[in-house]
Structures are given as C-alpha cells and as structure tokens.
C-alpha cells in the first residue's frame, strides 16, 4: 500500500468574491490487482454494513450496498 501526498485546491464563489481553498492530506493507493486477486468481486464491511465491489467485464468498478 503506498502513501500519496496531494493538495486539492478549490475555487468558492465567482468573480471578486472566490476564495481558493487548499487542502492537503494523504492519500493511500491500492491496486485492483491486490484488492480482487484472481477474483472479480469482495465484500467491504464499513460501519456494520457489507458493501459488493465488483469488477465488469468491461474492466469498470461498480460499488453495491
């Protein structure tokens, strides 16, 4: 699992008024490959709650409760 630092910057408001705001914060980076396995599916608990992410055969994620 690797540790990625990055700064998120956004704009607020319009014209004279817009506030850039700047956040900075690590970020953890995890390959599909070392999440899934040879599988195309897991089971994420959070919260007390199972959530299904599944990898199509189209190589997209889709994140079920």
Same mark, same amino acid.
């Given at each position: 699992?690797?540790?990625?630092?990055?700064?998120? &910057?956004?704009?607020?408001? =319009?014209?004279? +008024? =817009?506030?850039?705001q700047l956040?900075?914060?690590p970020i %953890?980076?995890? =390959? =599909? +490959?070392?999440?899934?396995?040879?599988?195309?599916?897991?089971?994420?608990? &959070?919260?007390? +709650?199972?959530? &299904?992410?599944?990898?199509?055969r189209n190589? %997209?994620?889709?994140?079920? %409760?």
């Open positions: 699992m690797n540790l990625i630092d990055t700064s998120c &910057h956004k704009e607020y408001g =319009s014209g004279d +008024e =817009s506030v850039l956040a900075s914060f %953890k980076l995890i =390959s =599909s +490959e070392d999440l899934f396995g040879n599988s195309n599916q897991i089971l994420i608990q &959070h919260q007390g +709650e199972q959530y &299904h992410l599944r990898l199509t190589n %997209k994620l889709i994140l079920t %409760k």
